[in-house]
């Protein structure tokens, strides 16, 4: 039997620097998270920002292979202080796939 490459990668933020969401640095709208494959043929079933076991966020999305979580500025100045994670659940023709997470936390 062969292992297959998780074809998820890992989260990913424009706003997240070194591991930090900086509230400072945001802009009105606030911080966008993007979760994605490169194959087609993922589909994304949920996304979401989550504190230990605890999701914060979750939402499903439309787009099968990428989806983007807008988390508005006020939501984020909810989480000062917080050590989160991105992360999202796929799924691959039979087969059930967990994204990398994508570690950060929230700065003033």
Known sequence: MTETKN???APASESI?????????????GAKFRFWSDNPEVHIG?????EA???????????PNEFILTV???TVESWLG??????????LHDTDLTSP???FTVVS
């Open 7 to 9: 074809p998820l990668n």
């Open 17 to 29: 620097e070194n591991g930090k969401l900086s509230i400072s640095k945001l802009g009105a709208s």
């Open 46 to 50: 949920n996304v979401w920002i989550g």
């Open 53 to 63: 076991s605890e999701p914060k966020i979750e939402q499903k999305p439309g787009k």
């Open 72 to 74: 508005s500025k006020p």
């Open 82 to 91: 917080l050590d989160l994670y991105a992360q999202c659940h796929a799924t």
């Open 101 to 103: 997470k994508t570690f």
